[in-house]
């Protein structure tokens, strides 16, 4: 693919604190965002993608490492020299200053012309649907509107790359879900890079063309969101991203035997090799227990989610596996807590981990 | 039945209405007599604006004003130039060495009783005046100005430390130098503990009677001084008329803070 | 990178970036603490070595070394046969004034305590108005609020004339130039000056605290011991150590309703700048007052504060 890169982390490492005391918030991270693309960094609070995020805009300093900006060094740039904007956590927006003040303030702090400022933020009051409220302090406003204007503001000066801190934390979440379309519509009018922070896996998978994981100051994998959530690399970023079934087997050379004896078709591998491996609920299927190569197992809860039953099984060595199975329109699915059931892994839908 | 009260303590309420009433009684006791149009204050010759008057026409009660203004003014200007700074660098910074030295430094005259640094400025001042033969105010005003910088600094850095640290990074997100995100943003937002650092300062220095009384020179009595040597002469029904003014004067001022900050804060 | 330049070359930017931040936070301060050692600090030290030389004959000091003034802090010379024995006077003055300004303390905790409660517990609409009321006295002149107590107490003030008006009494009853009268002047001037810190701490005291401990049995003593009060220490200290500093120096109040002789250490510092024409004995005097100052401080938070907190 011959798109160009954006913005590039190289070996970051950051410790807060020095000495022994010292922590380390982020570990190694080498990371590549594309020109363009809508890229979100996914993780469990504390797991550095903020870090990294304050990285790329200039709040911080690497402790070692490159930041990269269209093949620029751009580590050591103050944040008000680089051509980064950021849409903070708490908006940040300027309490003294009205909603086309907060908006055109980048490009005054430029010093472009008066007539350029006026034009752009009356552009950006559009686009983001505000003019109704130019006049406005951002206490007169609502969550929602407050983020509308954070990203006016942050877009106003054109930004090569905008950064988003968790904008939608704060929103509830009919208008995260408003926001999440918003968002997903002005990366694609304006073209900007869009770099997204985010704890939200649900988030993630329905704005980004590219996810990287983060756990514990580490990059754990980099992909599209189906990448991601079909073949993840390791425990971590299986058990983050969606529910998933976890089960110890060892390989063979004709398929993995299960930890309860059974045979299941799946990757191969070098046979004798202990490892674990990761099935979606959505791909367990319920069959008769007497069916051949059927997984026996027995049901231990029934929960019912309107759309689709849970049903939570044990395996006979006491392995526990959770099938999601579509409620039926009688709304009888005919099981019960305790029922002896057989359980069948949708072909390819195995995956082994690598931890 | 009463309706049981989470935060009723027994007797409390009795108390505080009672330390109420001791607080007010003799401050309108004061405002009572200043109007007492009798000739010594054994007696209640009846209502009368007199004392007022003598107060009003008095040439020593007016220089004395003009000169507590005068200073009262000059010390919270310079009180309030130096402490913004110093709590621009004490707050929203990385640790830095030195940094509680700085604090505590800045504070220095908080713990200490006023006449101990008026008898330093007693000694100081008076080697000065013998050296260098001149007189003038400039001494109360950097006395009062000692006296006033922490009770400039703390509520400007208190306000500091309440502000969103994040709006500073976003200007400097949206092209801001120091400077500009100094000027635009933090200054701004900055204000209400200046006014109310700058009203601290104006009312301590105003009110700052030993550090006055060891400091000045011949003929430099302020508001504070006379009233205290009037005093001490028996002279107090003219006090009183003076001290309600100044009460009156207090009054407006804190209504105009409170006024001021509300209307900022909406 | 040049030979002559003083950054080591093991700092990173990061480093350098904080080091240059931590210079400028100095250089922002540095007006402000030259200005404090020009007039604080160096004239304090000045009043270190006046304490050491030799009064001169119409005040000020003569250069020549001398501890009298420090001796006569507590000793002085018999007047008859010139031997060195306690200087009563003074023994009595710094006793009076550790006694006054600790019982002025605790008199204005005893009262302020309940009266911040009741400003903090009051619904948000008439919270403002007590407040208000609390801070009228707080700004208003130290000297007037002495002077208003003044009429109060003196011999033809509001108390005598209300109660020679009733017949209760046929003569004044004289209530001014008493140490109890300086002692009701200092806890009139300085409860505001609880009252506000108090006020500060419980008003961010979360009440729903209380309905946990009533829920588990407590009695309304017990929570406000147990929970109130260790909560809102800071509050506590903060009130008790800013009545108590200007209480130790007071020389307004115990000046105005003590008369001439029951003075505190600041009327006796005066009176060796003045009449007694002895300044390393006031100079002497007001380091002690200094010093007792600090150490009362460090005792305040000592006491109040437990090791694993500090």
């Known amino acids: 693919m011959a798109q160009a890169i954006a913005v590039e982390a190289r070996h970051a490492i950051k410790e807060f604190g020095s000495g022994p005391a010292a922590v380390r918030a982020l570990d190694d991270v080498s990371i590549t965002i594309r020109e363009g693309e809508f890229f979100t960094l996914l993780g469990p609070s504390g797991c550095g993608k903020t870090t990294l995020l304050r990285l790329i805009a200039g709040f911080e300093m690497p402790t070692s490492g490159q930041i990269m900006l269209s093949g620029q060094d751009i580590t050591y740039l103050p944040p008000n020299k680089r051509p980064v904007n950021t849409v903070f956590q708490s908006y940040a927006l300027f309490p003294h200053l009205t909603v086309a003040e907060n908006i055109g303030f980048g490009l005054q702090m430029q010093g472009r012309p008066k007539s350029e400022v006026a034009a752009t933020t009356e552009r950006m009051l559009a686009l983001v649907k505000m003019e109704a409220f130019a006049a406005r302090k951002p206490t007169q406003l609502s969550g929602g509107q407050q983020q509308r204007v954070a990203l006016a503001r942050a877009l106003a000066p054109a930004p090569k790359v905008l950064l988003l801190d968790e904008p939608l934390s704060a929103l509830d979440l009919k208008l995260r879900k408003d926001m999440q379309i918003e968002l997903k519509r002005l990366q694609t009018e304006t073209g900007i890079t869009f770099v997204f922070v985010t704890h939200d896996q649900e988030e993630a998978l329905t704005m980004s063309d590219r996810i990287g994981v983060m756990s514990a100051g580490r990059l754990q994998q980099m992909g599209s969101p189906k990448e991601i959530y079909t073949t993840p690399v390791n425990r971590f970023v299986a058990s983050f991203i969606g529910e998933t079934n976890f089960m110890t087997a060892t390989r063979e050379a004709d398929g993995l035997r299960l930890s309860g004896g059974q045979m299941i078709d799946g990757p191969r591998g070098s046979p004798g090799q202990k490892v674990t491996v990761t099935v979606r609920p959505e791909q367990v299927r319920l069959v008769a227990p007497t069916e051949p190569g059927a997984i026996p197992a027995k049901v231990t809860a029934l929960v019912y989610f309107g759309t689709d039953t849970h049903c939570h099984m044990e395996l006979t060595d006491g392995t526990e596996v959770v099938a999601r199975l579509q409620s039926p329109a009688s709304g009888d699915d005919g099981l019960a807590q305790g029922q002896s059931v057989g359980l069948r892994f949708v072909p390819g839908s195995v995956q082994v981990l690598e931890d | 039945m009463k309706q049981f009260s989470v935060t009723a303590m027994p007797g409390f309420a009795f108390i505080a209405i009672l330390g109420f009433v001791l607080l007010y009684v003799p401050i309108l006791t004061l405002v009572t007599y200043s109007f007492n149009g009798a000739a010594t204050m054994t007696s209640w010759g009846g209502f009368s604006w007199r004392w007022y008057g003598a107060a009003w026409a008095n040439v020593d009660v007016q220089s004395a004003t003009i000169r507590s203004l005068v200073i009262a003014s000059w010390a919270t200007l310079i009180s309030v130039v130096l402490a913004t700074p110093v709590a621009l660098a004490t707050t929203r910074t990385a640790a830095f060495k030195g940094q509680s030295f700085i604090y505590l430094y800045t504070n220095q005259t908080l713990v200490v009783p006023e006449i101990v640094p008026a008898v330093a400025l007693l000694i100081f001042f008076a080697a000065l005046k013998t050296w260098t033969g001149y007189q003038g105010l400039a001494y109360l005003i950097a006395a009062h100005t000692m006296w006033c910088i922490p009770l400039a600094y703390l509520p400007i850095r208190a306000r500091l430390e309440g502000m969103d640290l994040s709006l500073e990074t976003a200007a400097a997100d949206l092209y801001a130098t120091r400077w500009q995100t100094l000027r635009h943003v933090t200054l701004p937002l900055l204000m209400p503990g200046i006014l109310a650092g700058a009203m601290l300062c104006f009312i301590t220095s105003l009110d700052t009677v030993v550090i006055t009384e060891f400091v000045k020179s011949a003929g430099q009595e302020t508001l504070a001084t006379y009233m205290l040597g009037q005093f001490r002469r028996g002279i107090t029904a003219e006090i009183n008329a003076i001290s309600t003014v100044l009460l009156m004067l207090t009054i407006v001022l804190l209504f105009a803070f409170f006024f001021l900050t509300r209307k900022r804060a909406a | ?310």
């Open chain 3, 1 to 310: 990178m040049t030979p002559n330049q003083i950054t080591p070359a093991s700092l990173n930017p990061a480093q350098r970036q904080a080091r240059a931040d931590a210079r400028r936070n100095w250089l922002l301060s540095a007006p402000a603490l030259l200005f404090l050692t020009a007039f604080a600090t160096l004239p304090f030290l000045g009043v270190l070595v006046y304490s050491f030389l030799t009064p001169g004959q119409y005040g000020n000091v003569v250069w020549k070394f001398s501890t009298d003034g420090w001796v006569g802090l507590v000793l002085t010379h018999d007047v008859f046969d010139d031997t060195l024995v306690w200087a009563d006077a003074h023994l009595t003055i710094i006793w009076r004034t550790v006694r006054l300004a600790s019982l002025t303390t605790l008199i204005t905790f005893v009262i302020g305590f309940p009266m911040a409660w009741f400003i903090a517990t009051r619904p948000p609409r008439t919270r403002a108005f007590w407040l208000f009321l609390i801070t009228i006295p707080f700004w208003t002149n130290l000297l007037i609020r002495t002077f208003a107590i003044n009429e109060v107490i003196r011999n033809e003030g509001l108390i005598n004339s209300v109660l020679m008006d009733l017949g209760l009494i046929s003569s004044p009853i004289a209530m001014i130039y008493s140490d109890g009268a300086v002692l009701v002047g200092m806890g009139y001037a300085y409860l505001p000056l609880m009252v506000l810190p108090l006020f500060a701490a419980m008003d961010r005291f979360d009440m729903r605290l209380l309905e946990a401990g009533y829920d588990l049995y407590a009695s309304r003593l017990t929570l406000l011991w147990r929970i109130v009060v260790p909560v809102i220490k800071p509050g506590i200290i903060a009130g008790c150590i800013l009545v108590f500093i200007p209480a130790l120096g007071a020389y307004v109040t115990p000046r105005v309703l003590g008369g001439g002789k029951n003075m505190m250490l600041g009327n006796l510092i005066d009176l060796q700048f003045g009449q007694g024409r002895n300044w390393p004995l006031g100079a002497a005097i007001s380091i002690t007052l200094a010093a007792v100052t600090l150490v009362a401080m460090l005792v305040i938070l000592r006491v109040t504060t437990r090791p694993a907190e500090r």
